[in-house]
């Protein structure tokens, strides 16, 4: 490795943006996250208690992740064509600012007086349009880690920040929310928030500067994207593996049907939600600092085999014993931790290797890649988890008696079934061989901070 490459690596003072600038990043994603934990934990108990049924909710989720199959790809291509003269990614982040939390609000506003028929229809119509505004959010907001600054420490100290000011406002919207929700109602609460994520989300697009963009003169088509994800291999295996883990785990699905009906009230979401939140605060604190001694990949391993060990033990030991339960659920989040913030931080590792490998940086169909992927995390548990419960005899409305199959079926969907995803996922991990000091040398090749030449005799071998 030269001299000047090992410099850029070990020099972790080396910053690219401005102070205010990496703060913006993280209050932006803190507005996202009021918006992500408050609809994510409350809007299935909200469409289920105004009458809507689990398999009608469940139908809800899935037909939005079939338009995000045609949405996200469409919303990338138009990224890495934009160039407007106020920026590639900066003029979608203001229009979502407002459109995001409008269209939350918008999903809290089904009148409980009208038709079922009429609910439902409500509820796939705001739920798309709160699904088009998640997408100028998302793509942008993660495309703009890969076009602020070309180092690696960089991107992880933003999006570790990101992760802990996020983290912070779950917790702090997981303890007040069923509060606000049981006292306020839906609609208010919503309101309220929306507002509250609004504020945050404006300092990033007030104080962000795009430094590194798409440098392809010609125009991006659609056979370019296709050869791009291709060609990119480590973006198929990352973002492969991290769907198939995150899927499948149905925890925060079913948070709230939890805590309802294992563990006797709404508020104990609170309790949970600390237990699962806190853990991950502190690892994104720490991990700058982790991941200066180890590569993240290795981590993220660390933190998948973790959680599944510890979701087995949780399992084990049930939850009658509350106190045992809550410190296995403790043990089990600084895992969980891991791999949260962990999965979040390797596309821009596929953005260098894929200008590396093609000579087109595509940020914007990486990121388009990325936010697909989360957000099938997040409604696809959902959707599934519903059917689930629907088939054990899950009953709807507000105060609705559970039978023990549908109780027992909330148990397993919360504690066990991470585990199915890390068994499917692990394997596939394994074909992934890309590290941080590999990512290191081609970003500096791709800035022109040396040459390619020498970055591929460094990497000979390697990938």
């Not at 502190?282 to 979701?311: A, C, E, N, W, Y």
Request: overall charge positive; proline content about 3%; aromatic content about 12%.
């Amino acid at each position: 490795m030269s001299k000047k490459v090992r410099g850029m690596i070990m020099d972790n003072k080396l910053f690219r943006t401005s102070g205010i600038e990496r703060w913006g990043f993280g209050l932006f994603m803190a507005g996202q996250s009021v918006i992500n934990t408050f609809a994510g934990s409350f809007l299935p108990l909200f469409l289920t208690n105004i009458g809507i049924t689990a398999y009608a909710v469940g139908v809800l989720f899935l037909f939005a992740r079939v338009w995000d199959a045609v949405n996200d790809p469409i919303f990338g291509a138009i990224l890495d064509r934009t160039n407007l003269k106020s920026g590639k990614f900066l003029p979608f982040l203001r229009a979502a600012n407002v459109m995001l939390p409008v269209t939350v609000v918008l999903m809290f506003a089904i009148p409980s007086g009208i038709a079922t028929g009429w609910k439902i229809l409500w509820a796939f119509v705001s739920y798309l349009l709160f699904d088009i505004a998640y997408t100028m959010c998302d793509v942008p907001i993660f495309a703009m880690t890969s076009a602020v600054t070309d180092q690696v420490h960089e991107r992880i100290n933003i999006m570790s920040r990101n992760t802990v000011l996020s983290t912070l406002t779950a917790i702090v919207v997981a303890v007040a929310g069923p509060g606000l929700y049981s006292s306020l109602g839906p609609l208010p609460t919503a309101v309220i928030l929306s507002i509250v994520a609004a504020f945050l989300m404006f300092f990033m697009s007030r104080y962000a500067k795009e430094r590194y963009v798409n440098k392809d003169e010609e125009e991006v088509t659609l056979k370019s994207m296709l050869d791009y994800v291709k060609n990119n291999k480590y973006l198929r295996i990352g973002f492969l593996g991290i769907m198939i883990l995150s899927v499948t785990s149905m925890t925060n699905a079913v948070i709230t049907y939890f805590a309802v009906n294992c563990l006797g009230n709404l508020g104990m979401v609170s309790v949970l939600s600390l237990f699962i939140a806190l853990p991950s605060l502190v690892m994104g604190v720490l991990m700058p600092v982790l991941t200066r001694k180890f590569d993240k990949f290795h981590l993220l391993m660390v933190g998948i085999i973790g959680q599944t060990v510890m979701s087995v033990v949780c399992f084990l030991a049930g939850y009658e014993n509350q106190v045992l339960f809550f410190i296995l659920l403790g043990v089990r989040g600084i895992f969980f931790g891991i791999q949260l913030i962990l999965q979040l931080q390797f596309t821009g590792d596929f953005v260098e290797y894929g200008e590396f490998v093609t000579g087109k940086r595509l940020q914007g169909t990486a990121y388009s890649i990325q936010t697909f992927v989360f957000k099938f995390m997040n409604a696809v548990p959902g959707a599934v988890a519903m059917f689930i419960l629907g088939a054990f005899g899950f009953v709807s409305g507000e105060g609705a008696v559970q039978p023990p199959s549908a109780i027992n079926a909330i148990w397993v969907l919360f504690i066990l079934s991470p585990v199915i995803g890390a068994l499917i996922s692990l394997p596939i991990f394994a074909k992934y061989k890309l590290r941080d000091k590999m990512v290191q040398i081609m970003a500096a090749a791709n800035s022109g901070d040396i040459t390619r030449e020498e970055a591929q005799e460094q990497l000979a071998g390697k990938l």
